[in-house]
């Protein structure tokens, strides 16, 4: 029995394994492709400042997408993260305007404990309200912004205002390598790890596969759910000051629209909207598409605007082909099922 | 003891009944109190003007609230509508400027509609895709479309016979003519919801979509027809708010799906489909569109009136569940003080 059993359950995990790899190899091989063709019409986008443009571009979104990345595996949605963006980045940059002498670091911890603060409020609400994430992330992305509004008025501060020190720690690089791009890839890598080997990261994912047998499992479900939005927050509010650092030049409009492009990167990237499946890895590589498309456009001469329309296909595109893949897999499962028995 | 778990069932039940009575006459006595305090402290607002206003405001979220709610009460939600709506208002002022007669135009924004909720459909109901999921990336998708049909770039000067009847008022009186058209759908779709075996279906399937299949019902035929008409009713709206502002814009209408989420479930539809009257919803409508019109008079600036709308939005999901929780607590220390005295009357 065991030994009919144990090789059906190796088979099992590798085509999973399988099905994983291809969505990251697919995504590779689009991006190669994309890159490719808009090199030979183009040359002009393999130059530096053009690689060095898309590269701080995915740092941003790729912040925000491990956050988003994390609420999804736990079959939650977390829409406000482009109004905590802002609000974060609002934040950072009064501080900043009226206090030059802050160092970097706090810049950073404070949007991150901004982001923080709105992430658990996501969270309470999620967890004590028993309310749709949905509905009560759109709530608040409305509400965030509406205080950054409400905060900011018609004002802009633009970077002569802020201290030099921090304007070019969003254009210095370490071994060539720009800081923002640098500190994404420490979120990156802490939370691929913590999500793959440790205890908390497990727990996440068996929420996400089933909130009830989780439950049963003896996780603490209402609390890793508010941690997962916490994070989220968190991250969303770090993303603030790195958009502050990059563009230096922020309004009560920093950021607007941004959910969807996080939500496209997470879907592309391979994380499943049921929850339960999925990295941050993935989600991470779906960013870096998601700015390629973008900067490859503007090499191209294409409309700008057709940016937006594109993220919408591609949610449709990646969900649908989730769905279909993972159909083929269960008839697959379903017909070895049947020969063993 | 049977007639002590009768009484405790028919509690339940008359509980269930007065909860959803209850609800509504909650929101509509919040709605008439709103507005009895805002004609009463807010300059200008009781004005018959301002009526004709408060109407022409009010119109895109009631006529897109209305497929919103049988849609909610499937279970199911269209994040999308907005964007329609700007899409139907940018392919009507791409086909104005390439000189197209306003009678084929019309009606052509109207099939836009239709099918643009159809790919909705298609993709939850053949393909089974969470409908939250789908809506989000037509919701991109259908505003980076409208961008891409007419730019940033505005288109003005519709014929004055349409855009003065939109603005209008019926005869010598102070109805607005859009008026018409809210009552007319409102009543096709109250009766639709409540009085026909459609409604039941809908509600059926938004209670259990395995129950209601055994009963003979198709959820996902029933489902993709309400995109359809969420689609249309989103293209319509996008026509009567070109018309009105006598402006074709990419940006029309964006972030209107928040107000008509809200409304909806302001007006006591369960997000979790099943439960919902449309009553209701036409009251969270009214209560939204006069606190967002008494704001406005009060020269509270349109991103704060936002949070407003977000915090009713959460408040409004959030009542019924603490509700539960409150009855749950207090039906559970009853239970208690009823169970304390039974084992001293086995002593």
Same mark, same amino acid.
Request: aromatic residues 6%; charged residues 10%.
């Given at each position: 029995? =065991?030994?009919?059993?144990?090789?059906?359950?190796?088979?099992?995990?590798?085509?999973?394994?399988?099905?994983?790899?291809?969505?990251?190899?697919?995504?590779?091989? &689009?991006l190669?492709?994309?890159?490719?063709?808009?090199?030979?019409?183009?040359?002009r986008?393999?130059?530096?400042?053009?690689?060095r443009d898309?590269?701080?571009?995915?740092?941003?979104?790729?912040?925000?997408?491990?956050g988003?990345?994390?609420?999804?595996?736990?079959?939650n949605?977390?829409?406000?993260?482009?109004?905590?963006?802002?609000l974060?980045? %609002?934040?950072?940059? =009064?501080?900043?305007?009226?206090?030059?002498?802050l160092?970097?670091?706090?810049?950073?911890?404070i949007?991150?404990?901004?982001?923080?603060?709105?992430?658990?409020v996501n969270?309470v609400?999620?967890r004590?309200?028993?309310?749709?994430?949905?509905?009560?992330?759109?709530?608040t992305?409305y509400?965030?912004?509406?205080?950054?509004?409400?905060?900011?008025?018609?004002?802009?501060?633009?970077a002569?205002?802020?201290?030099?020190?921090?304007?070019? %720690?969003g254009?210095?690089?370490?071994?060539?390598?720009?800081?923002?791009?640098?500190?994404?890839?420490?979120?990156?890598v802490?939370?691929?790890?913590?999500?793959?080997?440790?205890?908390?990261?497990?727990?996440?994912?068996?929420?996400?596969?089933s909130?009830q047998? &989780?439950?049963l499992?003896?996780?603490?479900?209402?609390?890793?759910?508010?941690?997962? %939005?916490?994070?989220s927050?968190?991250?969303?509010?770090l993303?603030?000051?790195?958009f502050?650092?990059r563009?230096?030049?922020?309004?009560? &409009?920093?950021?607007?629209?941004?959910?969807?492009?996080?939500?496209?990167?997470?879907?592309?990237g391979?994380?499943?909207?049921?929850?339960?499946?999925?990295?941050?890895?993935?989600?991470?590589?779906?960013?870096?598409?998601?700015? =390629?498309?973008?900067?490859?456009l503007?090499?191209?001469?294409?409309?700008? %605007?057709?940016?937006?329309?594109?993220?919408?296909?591609?949610?449709?595109? &990646?969900?649908?082909?989730?769905?279909?893949v993972?159909a083929?897999?269960?008839?697959?499962?379903?017909?070895?099922?049947?020969?063993?028995? | 003891?049977?007639?002590?778990?009768?009484?405790?069932?028919?509690?339940?039940?008359?509980?269930l009944?007065?909860?959803?009575?209850?609800?509504? @006459?909650?929101?509509?006595?919040v709605?008439?109190?709103?507005?009895?305090?805002?004609a009463?402290?807010?300059?200008?607002?009781?004005?018959?003007?301002?009526?004709?206003?408060?109407?022409l405001?009010?119109?895109?979220?009631a006529?897109? /609230?209305?497929?919103?709610?049988?849609?909610?009460?499937?279970?199911?939600i269209?994040?999308?509508? /907005?964007?329609?709506?700007g899409?139907?208002?940018a392919?009507?002022?791409?086909l104005?400027?390439?000189?197209q007669?306003?009678?084929t135009i019309?009606p052509?924004?109207?099939?836009?509609?239709?099918?643009?909720g159809? #790919?909705?459909?298609?993709?939850?109901?053949?393909?089974?895709?969470?409908?939250?999921?789908?809506?989000?990336?037509?919701? /991109?998708?259908?505003?980076?479309?409208?961008? #891409?049909v007419?730019?940033?770039?505005?288109?003005?000067d519709?014929?004055?016979?349409?855009?003065?009847?939109?603005?209008?008022?019926?005869g010598?009186?102070?109805?607005?003519? #859009?008026?018409?058209?809210i009552?007319?759908?409102?009543?096709?779709?109250?009766?639709?919801?409540?009085?026909?075996p459609?409604?039941?279906?809908?509600?059926?399937?938004?209670?259990?979509?395995?129950?209601?299949r055994?009963?003979?019902?198709?959820?996902?035929?029933?489902?993709?027809?309400?995109?359809?008409?969420?689609?249309?009713?989103?293209?319509?709206?996008? @026509?009567?708010?070109?018309?009105?502002?006598?402006?074709?814009?990419?940006?029309n209408?964006?972030?209107?799906?928040?107000?008509? @989420?809200? /409304?909806v479930?302001?007006?006591? #539809?369960?997000?979790?489909?099943?439960?919902?009257a449309l009553?209701?919803?036409?009251?969270?409508?009214?209560?939204?569109?006069?606190?967002q019109?008494?704001?406005?008079?009060?020269?509270?600036?349109?991103?704060?009136?936002n949070?407003?709308?977000?915090?009713?939005?959460?408040?409004?999901?959030l009542?019924?569940?603490?509700?539960?929780?409150?009855?749950?607590?207090?039906q559970?220390?009853?239970?208690?003080?009823?169970?304390?005295?039974?084992?001293?009357?086995?002593?």
């Amino acid at each position: 029995m =065991t030994a009919v059993g144990l090789p059906g359950v190796t088979a099992r995990r590798s085509s999973l394994d399988l099905v994983l790899r291809a969505r990251e190899l697919g995504i590779v091989l &689009a991006l190669a492709l994309l890159v490719a063709v808009t090199a030979i019409s183009n040359p002009r986008f393999l130059s530096g400042q053009s690689i060095r443009d898309i590269l701080l571009g995915t740092a941003i979104l790729a912040v925000l997408a491990v956050g988003q990345a994390v609420v999804v595996i736990t079959r939650n949605i977390d829409l406000s993260v482009g109004s905590v963006l802002g609000l974060s980045a %609002f934040t950072v940059g =009064t501080l900043l305007r009226d206090n030059p002498g802050l160092p970097v670091v706090f810049a950073l911890l404070i949007g991150a404990t901004v982001g923080a603060i709105c992430g658990s409020v996501n969270g309470v609400l999620v967890r004590y309200g028993n309310v749709p994430a949905l509905v009560v992330t759109l709530g608040t992305l409305y509400v965030v912004r509406g205080i950054t509004y409400f905060w900011a008025g018609g004002q802009q501060i633009n970077a002569d205002e802020l201290p030099a020190g921090f304007l070019e %720690f969003g254009n210095a690089t370490l071994l060539g390598i720009p800081y923002l791009v640098l500190i994404a890839l420490l979120v990156l890598v802490v939370t691929g790890i913590v999500l793959r080997n440790y205890r908390v990261g497990r727990e996440l994912y068996a929420m996400g596969s089933s909130p009830q047998a &989780a439950k049963l499992a003896g996780i603490a479900v209402g609390r890793r759910a508010i941690g997962a %939005f916490l994070v989220s927050g968190a991250l969303a509010g770090l993303a603030g000051v790195l958009f502050a650092a990059r563009f230096g030049t922020i309004d009560a &409009a920093a950021g607007t629209g941004y959910e969807l492009n996080v939500v496209a990167a997470v879907v592309v990237g391979g994380v499943a909207v049921f929850g339960g499946s999925g990295t941050v890895w993935g989600a991470a590589l779906g960013a870096l598409l998601l700015t =390629t498309i973008g900067s490859a456009l503007a090499v191209l001469e294409i409309n700008q %605007f057709w940016q937006q329309a594109i993220v919408g296909g591609l949610i449709l595109l &990646a969900i649908g082909a989730d769905r279909l893949v993972a159909a083929r897999v269960a008839a697959r499962l379903k017909k070895r099922g049947s020969h063993v028995s | 003891m049977s007639a002590d778990s009768t009484a405790l069932g028919a509690d339940r039940t008359s509980g269930l009944a007065g909860r959803f009575a209850n609800w509504n @006459v909650a929101i509509i006595a919040v709605t008439v109190v709103v507005l009895i305090v805002a004609a009463a402290t807010v300059q200008n607002f009781g004005t018959s003007q301002n009526f004709g206003f408060l109407v022409l405001d009010l119109l895109p979220i009631a006529l897109v /609230a209305l497929p919103m709610t049988l849609v909610i009460v499937t279970g199911e939600i269209d994040l999308s509508v /907005a964007s329609a709506l700007g899409l139907s208002s940018a392919v009507m002022g791409y086909l104005w400027n390439s000189n197209q007669p306003i009678e084929t135009i019309i009606p052509l924004c109207l099939l836009l509609g239709a099918v643009l909720g159809a #790919v909705n459909g298609f993709f939850v109901t053949v393909l089974g895709l969470p409908s939250l999921a789908v809506t989000i990336g037509t919701l /991109a998708l259908y505003r980076g479309l409208a961008f #891409v049909v007419l730019g940033d770039s505005a288109v003005a000067d519709f014929p004055a016979l349409y855009t003065d009847w939109v603005t209008g008022s019926i005869g010598g009186t102070s109805i607005p003519n #859009v008026l018409i058209i809210i009552v007319a759908l409102a009543a096709v779709f109250g009766v639709t919801l409540h009085a026909t075996p459609i409604g039941r279906a809908v509600f059926a399937v938004g209670a259990s979509e395995q129950a209601a299949r055994f009963a003979g019902v198709r959820p996902g035929r029933l489902k993709f027809w309400l995109y359809v008409v969420s689609g249309l009713v989103a293209g319509l709206a996008g @026509v009567l708010w070109t018309l009105r502002y006598s402006s074709a814009r990419a940006d029309n209408g964006a972030g209107l799906e928040l107000a008509v @989420v809200a /409304a909806v479930l302001l007006g006591g #539809v369960s997000i979790f489909g099943g439960k919902g009257a449309l009553p209701g919803v036409i009251a969270g409508v009214l209560l939204l569109a006069s606190l967002q019109n008494a704001l406005r008079l009060s020269d509270v600036s349109n991103e704060a009136l936002n949070v407003v709308t977000g915090v009713l939005l959460i408040v409004s999901v959030l009542a019924p569940n603490l509700a539960n929780a409150v009855r749950g607590s207090l039906q559970r220390r009853r239970h208690r003080t009823d169970s304390t005295p039974r084992p001293e009357r086995r002593h």
